[in-house]
Structures are given as C-alpha cells and as structure tokens.
C-alpha cells in the first residue's frame, strides 16, 4: 500500500490545509433511504491499512485544518453573500427557524459529488466551522465565529483559509433557501453536521451569532491559527489564546481523523489515516502505535509518514505534540478509549464554536438527530 494513489484511499473528503497552519431534533421525509444510503457509502470507503482493499465493516471521523497556502477565496468579497449582508437590519418578526430541517439539507448535500475530492464535503464544512472560531482571542474579545467576517477581506484570503470557498459556497445554496439564518450559525451548525453525519458524537448546538454588515476595523490579523511546521508551544500559545488547555487541544486536534491534506495547496500531502470520512479515534491509534519516518515533499516542506503505508502521513507540529510528556497521556487516552474521546471531543468543539458569541442565555440548545439514524 505504500505508493496507494489518492483514488484508491478512502473516500473521504479532504481538510484543506496550510503549511502555516495546525490544523476546529426532528426530521424530515426520506431521512431513512438516505441514512441507509450513506452508511453503505461509508462502509464502501473504509479502507485496512494492511492491504489498502476496500472492506465493508463499519467505521466512523474530524478537525481542526492545516489550510493551504494562497487563497483561491479572493472573488467572495464580490460574492452575493457579502452583498446581502449589508442591507440594513429588518425590524418585522424574524421568521421562526427550522433548524433540523437545516442540518437535514445539509446532510443531503454532503455527497453530492462523489468526486470532489475523497468524496465527501463533510470534513471541509467541520474545516470551515473551525477556522470560522479559531481566531478567537480571549484577551482582547476578537474574532470567533459571530460575525462570519471570513466573508470579507483580507481575511478571506489568508492563507489558512485556501479552499474554503468551496465550503462556503456549497452553503450558499442553504442561505438561499433560509435568508433569516445568519453565516456564522449556518456555518458552524455544518460543521456539527459534517462531525455527526461521519459517525462521530453529537454536538450540542445552539444559535445566536450576528453577521457584521462589512468588516470592522479591526480586521481578524493573519496568524491566528496554528503553524504546522512549528512544537507544541506554540501550539499551546494558540490555543491558550482561545482558552483551551492541554487535554482540551489534544481532544480538537482527533478531528484529523478526517480529511487530507494537499501539496497543491498546503505543501502537505495525503490523510491521517486509511479512513478520512469516518470520525474514529483512529487518528490516535496511528499516531501512537505507527513507526513514522521522514519524507521530503517537492514543496521544500517535510512531514512524516507511516513507514509501512508512506501515503498516510502526520504533520511536523503533530510528532512534536506527540513527544511532548504532557500532551503526549491525553493521546495514549483517547487511542485506548474512543467513548472518552468522544466526550471530551464534542465538549470542546461545542466550545471553540461557541467563543466570542453574544448569548442571551434563553438560546434553545439543539442536540440534532442523524439522517444515519
């Protein structure tokens, strides 16, 4: 399996990621064909690392992106989204939300395109989701997910968030249909759908964000999110930033269970694991009990990869977290007990999408039923 070709990897939709940065109730008809629908899909795309064939037993997913480099996101400042949000507050009634209605259409639309990429544009939206809320600062109360300002520049165009265009407009279809919904709910209630619909635990979500019309002066500094290249103070420093500590960060960075990286776009190239569409603690085992070697990439970067399936790879800020005494017990945890993972995964993901929103305190928490169920 060591020179398995993208194709024949696991279907699974790929995290667009940067070298310069670490990485994040009800129904509706036909939620029953189309669970069935993508659980075999699923099992269709789970892959062994022994042999590299596909198989058909069951699996689960991810997180945080490593974006790519060089933003193909520059014509969304033009785009109908940032037009509309800059029309002046309405003050009739606000039209009552469906959100599981929402998340079903989203869900519906996860493998529209069997070819785009892995397969699946899960991984992308729980992407976008994160990088949406990483750039939360708790000192000076800035950035996160309320305001949706990556709608505009320059932060559109950082490097972090190459690719992400695609997630956003995918979205876009949804904003048509529910106008009332603001970006920054519909985005981060996608990624919780991206999490849940690939097999992984239920994210207690609620809504609240307000978009910014236009972008503030103070304008989101590139930078905010972790640096692939760099050790694991400065993986701390990021994320000590948003508030986050030890246990918290290694449990966010299990995300990577999903999605791939791209050498056209990150410097980086392929998954963490056979499995990218499936939300497993998966990413734990291989980190833990792989033998990893290093490989030169025609980008001028290096990671590291599995020595007995060279198309698996794990990033250099993750080897050095994984050396790291005190980060290092949260992995040996989570690849010995996936229900603990879990736990500790959607509480902290629940957190980074909840950084900087202005609550009322009465929001309706949503815990959203799968179309899988």
Request: hydrophobic share 35%; charged share 25%.
């Amino acid at each position: 399996m060591n020179n398995l070709s993208r194709s024949s990897l696991v279907k699974g939709i790929g995290s667009r990621l940067s070298s310069r940065t670490f990485l994040a109730t009800g129904s509706v008809v036909g939620v029953g064909s189309r669970g069935v629908m993508r659980n075999s899909i699923m099992q269709q795309r789970n892959y062994t690392a022994e042999t590299g064939k596909k198989k058909s037993g069951s699996g689960l997913l991810g997180f945080l992106a490593i974006a790519g480099v060089g933003a193909a996101a520059g014509y969304y400042y033009t785009h109908p989204q940032a037009i509309k949000t800059s029309k002046a507050p309405v003050t009739e009634k606000k039209k009552d939300i469906d959100y599981q209605q929402i998340y079903n259409e989203i869900a519906d639309m996860l493998e529209d395109d069997p070819d785009y990429d892995d397969g699946s544009y899960g991984p992308v939206l729980v992407r976008l989701a994160w990088h949406a809320s990483g750039t939360y600062d708790v000192d000076t109360k800035t950035g996160g997910s309320n305001g949706a300002t990556m709608r505009f520049l320059p932060e559109s165009k950082h490097g972090a968030n190459n690719g992400l265009q695609i997630a956003r407009d995918l979205l876009e279809k949804i904003h048509k249909k529910h106008p009332e919904l603001s970006y920054g709910d519909l985005w981060t209630l996608a990624g919780v759908c991206g999490v849940q619909e690939l097999g992984g635990p239920t994210i207690p979500w609620r809504p609240g964000r307000q978009d910014d019309p236009v972008m503030t002066k103070s304008s989101i500094p590139d930078g905010r999110l972790p640096d692939a290249t760099k050790k694991s103070d400065h993986i701390r420093d990021v994320f000590y930033r948003m508030g986050f500590n030890d246990q918290e960060i290694v449990a966010l960075v299990g995300c990577h269970a999903l999605g791939r990286c791209h050498l056209d776009r990150s410097g980086f190239d392929g998954p963490w694991n056979e499995s990218p569409t499936m939300f497993t603690n998966e990413y734990f085992k291989a980190i833990t009990t792989r033998k990893w070697i290093k490989k030169e990439l025609p980008s001028g970067n290096w990671q590291w990869v599995d020595k007995n399936n060279t198309d698996v790879m794990m990033l250099p800020a993750e080897i050095y977290m994984y050396n790291d005494k005190d980060f290092r017990k949260y992995f040996e945890l989570y690849a010995k007990d996936e229900k603990k993972f879990f736990e500790d995964f959607a509480a902290a993901f629940k957190k980074l999408l909840e950084l900087g929103v202005p609550f009322k305190g009465d929001e309706k928490v949503y815990h959203f039923k799968r179309t899988t169920e």
